[in-house]
């Protein structure tokens, strides 16, 4: 390790060198980050074992407190960074330290593609006292700028960590670092949500969260108190102590797995062999279904299978 970073902090007390630590103030507002820099941040830029003891030392610092809402509830380091238009770079300012949840706020756009925009949400008005219009108008404030930067290529200016001796890696390494969290982000945002034809993309995050299930819809009983879905397919998600008696259920992950990657059945050969695989639960798509009949789509609830027809 360049310099021994885990003992060397305590030198700069509470401030690197070259840190301003009133940059963008302590009141709490959304990072306007350009899409076209998001994941470029300093773990993409350095080894975990550095990242780690500068996030402790940022912790540390500010005795594990909130520097917007005062809470010490699972403290992060947050990169603050300055996005200069004429230059094109993006100099790193500040690293603060944030609770889980005001770092999640701060960062709205990321946490509406993982769907935590309600959490975050609801973070936002309890701390700041805002209304949903106040939180509009403040986004909306920030769009025109973030529309036109998000357009731009930013070279990274990180000379604060560089100037005490943290290893920087070579810009290759750095696009392959951000790749891989978009692609990461992408597989676990795949997991979460299902694709409903004529609604779009639907997102099961807080059921998901909430630990519920799926109940494969036998009767009227069954569509009643369901989410969105069950005027799409037959089955509702609640919790489990909510549901009935000798219900057919399964995990709501699994589900969403079986209905993101469907088999296609094209005759009534197919479905039957189908039928005798135990691995379920399934989804499968019927082409033509003027040969299904009650008891085979009966057979497939009874399974843990998803039926559905073109």
Known sequence: MAKDVLTSFSQYGDTLPGEDRSFGGNNFSVDCVPASAWFANLRSMMPTSQWNALSAYVRHRNHDQCEFCGSNEKTEAHERWLFDEKTGRQKLMRIMCLCKMCHLSVHIGVATEIGLREDAEKHIFATTGWTKKDLVKHLEDGSGRWQTISKMPWTQDVSIVQGIGITIYDSDTVKNNIAAKKDTLTQAAGKRQIYIEGLGWLDLSNELRKKDVVILAQSDEDTLDSIPLSSYFGYISKHPSLIRENAIQIPLS?????????????????????????????????????????????????????????
Request: one cysteine or more; charged letters at 25%.
């Open 254 to 310: 699994t589900f969403i797995n079986a209905h993101n990657n469907p088999t296609i059945i094209y005759d009534k050969k197919q479905l039957d062999d189908e039928l005798k695989n135990l691995a379920t639960p399934r989804r499968l798509i019927v082409k033509e279904s003027w040969w299904v009949g009650d008891e085979m789509i009966a057979n497939c609830f009874q399974n843990a299978i998803l039926f559905s027809s073109e």
